[in-house]
């Protein structure tokens, strides 16, 4: 218990810090550090929040950074007025076909019901 209890506060403070950042800073701020128009800050902040989120949702690091990734960059690419119909189509085919990948390769449930005890037949 004592380990869901830390993830959940961990998330939080994540999301509280993002939070903080939309409801409390101005965007002016944030808009020009070390790259130009990117809000660079804020969205590092809300990436490692996206990753941990998902990480705990889907319980996978990998795919939760996939899911965290595509997500900075459409809005990476909205913020630079890029962002088009076709290319939400294509990530969300591509994350879709990412997922269902690693899915088959590592996400099969072993059948627990099966044993060598009782294929043999002993009682």
Known sequence: ???YALRI???LSLWTIVGYMVIVI???ILKNVLIEGAYLPFMACLMCALWY???LIFSSWW???LIS????IQIGLRLMGILTILVIVISAVS???LLWISYQRNGRVKDKNTSNTESEGNL
């Open 1 to 3: 218990m004592k380990k």
């Open 53 to 55: 989120t998902s990480a």
């Open 9 to 11: 506060l961990v998330a």
């Open 69 to 72: 990734l595509t997500i900075i």
């Open 95 to 97: 994350i879709f076909c």
């Open 63 to 65: 795919r939760g950074l």
């Open 26 to 28: 101005d965007p002016d």
